[in-house]
T-cell receptor
Framework: DGGITQSPKYLFRKEGQNVTLSCEQN?????MYWYRQDPGQGLRLIYY???????QKGDIAEGYSVSREKKESFPLTVTSAQKNPTAFYLC??????????????FGDGTRLSIL | AQTVTQSQPEMSVQEAETVTLSCTYD???????LFWYKQPPSRQMILVIR??????QNATENRFSVNFQKAAKSFSLKISDSQLGDAAMYFC?????????????FGKGTRLSVIA
């Protein structure tokens, strides 16, 4: 079945460490997104990519980095510059072009905690 | 920038009753797309219903329907015959009309409890 796979499900980061969250999709979607979810905050956009080798910052990009070398993959790195990384991270994808009313499809998320 | 406001952090409903969740948004666009997503305790995001702003008819999906008031910039979700499985966080979301590749703007969510 087509879908979005996020790994790992749980991740722990030590102080000063960079960690990378994986997101892979086999839906042949053009666009991919990373959101951060904190209690009472809803989902906030970190980065998004509309095509391969291109990406844009979202509302809370500081302390994060991404790459989009393949259509299927959009990994998110949480750098040591992100001082409050504890949150639930959701990856999503959507079809582009004329599919303007098409929804975003979401992965099952990664829970990141500080050791 | 577009904003989405869900003014009810928590709601509760008796099983088999009807409940309405509120959502308002701020935009200067005339064409856009609105969505309601459900997030159960598993934290998976599930699409509930979608609405195109250019359509006057309110969207309906089984027990879920919306009341879309474009002039008031309001997009409420009505759940009829509530079931225990409807208990979840519900997020209202807005998308600009540029293409299917634009990000969603989410409200902060409403936590719905269903009482047996």
């Amino acid at each position: 079945d087509g879908g979005i796979t996020q790994s790992p499900k749980y991740l722990f980061r030590k102080e000063g460490q960079n960690v990378t969250l994986s997101c892979e999709q086999n839906l042949n979607h053009d666009a991919m997104y990373w959101y951060r979810q904190d209690p009472g905050q809803g989902l906030r956009l970190i980065y998004y990519s509309q095509i391969v080798n291109d990406f844009q910052k979202g509302d809370i990009a500081e302390g994060y980095s991404v790459s989009r070398e393949k259509k299927e993959s959009f990994p998110l790195t949480v750098t040591s510059a992100q001082k409050n990384p504890t949150a639930f991270y959701l990856c999503a994808s959507s079809i582009g072009g004329r599919g303007r009313n098409q929804p975003q499809h979401f992965g099952d998320g990664t829970r990141l905690s500080i050791l | 920038a577009q904003t989405v406001t869900q003014s009810q952090p928590e709601m509760s409903v008796q099983e088999a009753e009807t409940v309405t969740l509120s959502c308002t948004y701020d935009t200067s666009e005339s064409d856009y797309y609105l969505f309601w997503y459900k997030q159960p305790p598993s934290r998976q995001m599930i699409l509930v219903i979608r609405q195109e702003a250019y359509k006057q008819q309110n969207a309906t999906e089984n027990r879920f329907s919306v009341n879309f008031q474009k002039a008031a910039k309001s997009f409420s979700l009505k759940i009829s015959d509530s079931q225990l499985g409807d208990a979840a966080m519900y997020f209202c979301a807005y998308r600009r009309p540029v293409s299917g590749n634009t990000p969603l703007v989410f409200g902060k969510g409403t936590r719905l409890s269903v009482i047996a």
